[in-house]
């Protein structure tokens, strides 16, 4: 059984910095691809960010790119998602997913980016 939680999420203005995280066992961190997709009101979920469990290589959508860091800390199983100069676009429920032979995702928290 794969469990992420995520925490971080809020309210921020344009411009401003929120940092995500999730958390999770040792097992599934060491076995699968950490990563987060967003999810805006009446929008379908999109990929956002991801880091590789074999590689390390690092992915992201070009909508953020520039602006949102993913990292993880292997030592306290957690995967972090730094969002800097965030603008109202950015607004969605952001989950944390794990990928491998199947993907999970967390419950969601809520990132919302006033004007």
């Known amino acids: 059984q794969v469990q992420l939680t995520e925490s971080g999420g809020g309210l921020v203005q344009a411009g401003g910095s929120l940092r995500l995280s999730c958390a999770t066992s040792?097992?599934?961190?060491?076995?699968?691809?950490m990563g987060w997709d967003r999810q805006a009101p009446g929008k379908e979920r999109e990929f956002v960010a991801a880091i590789s469990w074999s590689t390390g290589n690092i992915y992201y959508a070009d909508s953020v790119k520039g602006r949102f860091t993913i990292s993880r800390d292997n030592a306290k199983n957690t995967v972090y998602l730094q969002m800097n100069s965030l603008k109202p676009e950015d607004t969605a429920v952001y989950y944390c997913k794990a990928a491998g032979r199947n993907d999970y995702w967390g419950q969601g928290t809520q990132v919302t980016v006033s004007s």
């Open positions: 040792e097992g599934t961190f060491s076995r699968y691809s």
